[in-house]
């Protein structure tokens, strides 16, 4: 008679295999606690709210806040990673907490002195009262072509750029988003790879909502850019009238495998959350920046 484990020993020995293949296989150090840096003097950065009213996007509004590392007037220069879905990452009570993560990091020297940059998708305000606003986020992220990104590029970032001594350099600069923030971050890189050289993706939705599924085809289609990707996906992610979340992500990394790219894609429990890439986000965040000097 064969033996049924109870699920909850099953989910804590997959974890285990999981941790083992990130410790062991792709020579991470053990996972980051968030929330233990009060006990190491660990320098904070701070962080300044704005409100952007976009030309690129007419009528849209978005919050965006900039991050500076501690150490930041030490430096000639400093790295820049965006973050799509701004709030969601640097939020004190999300998954991510990443200004927090990028404290310790960096402290630790395990990734250079960057600046963050979370930045909201736009909102249209409702002409009603009392009304939600329209929100413009499928449309700047999922769609294929350059339009977001000229948008980060011409419009959003040249004023932050003026104010602070970021690099131009495109493995000096990475994007990260999650879900349709996350295709949208891949579409920056992908059209721009002289401006984003890294890219983080969490559950992206390389799925056709407004056409993203071409992706892998593209990739293997189209001559090797210069882009080093770390995708992070669910078991249990989406499978609905656009797409299975999951294979999709399996066909980007066979793609981006069958092109040689530098890339690590890492399947993890859970579905369309982003708890999983919380827990593994400083890891992640240590593989992506590497070897990068500025």
């Keep these: 008679m ?12 997959s974890n285990r295999l999981l941790l083992f293949c990130l410790t062991g296989f792709l020579g991470f150090p053990p996972p980051f606690e968030v929330g233990a840096q009060e006990s190491q003097n660990v320098p ?10 976009s030309e690129e996007y007419q009528g849209t509004t ?28 640097m939020s004190e009570q999300g998954a991510f907490r990443v200004p927090e993560v990028m404290d310790r990091l960096i402290h630790q020297k395990a990734m250079p002195a960057t600046i ?17 606003p329209r929100k413009n986020r499928s449309f700047e992220y999922d769609a294929l072509g350059d339009r977001y990104a000229r948008f980060l590029m011409e419009e959003f970032l040249p004023p932050i750029e003026a104010q602070y001594p970021i690099s131009k350099k495109p493995e000096h600069r990475a994007i990260c988003g999650i879900s349709s923030g996350g295709i949208g971050a891949f579409t920056v890189a992908w059209e721009h ?21 071409a992706y892998p085809y593209l990739i293997r289609k189209t001559e090797k850019k210069p882009l080093k990707i770390f995708l992070q996906e669910g078991v249990h992610d989406l499978d609905n009238v656009h797409g299975h979340w999951p294979l999709a992500n399996k066909e980007m990394a066979a793609a981006l495998e069958f092109k040689g790219y530098e890339y690590q894609f890492v399947m993890t429990q859970g579905g369309h959350s982003g708890q ?4 593994m ?3 992640s965040l240590r593989w992506l920046w590497k070897d990068t000097q500025l």
Aim: glycine share 12%; proline share 7%.
């Design 281 to 283: 986000l400083a890891d």
């Design 116 to 132: 963050a940059i979370f930045i909201n998708p736009g909102e249209i305000p409702s002409s009603e009262p009392g009304k939600a």
């Design 276 to 279: 999983p890439g919380g827990r």
């Design 2 to 13: 064969l033996r049924r484990f109870p699920d909850s020993l099953l989910a804590t020995l």
């Design 193 to 213: 790879p002289e401006a984003f050289g890294k890219v983080l993706c969490h559950i992206g939705s390389f799925v056709h909502i407004r056409g993203g599924h």
């Design 44 to 53: 904070e950065g701070t962080l300044h709210h704005g409100l952007w009213n």
């Design 62 to 89: 978005r919050d965006y806040w900039v991050y500076l590392p501690a150490s930041h007037q030490d430096h000639a220069s400093l790295c820049l990673m965006v973050f799509n879905d701004g709030r969601s990452y």
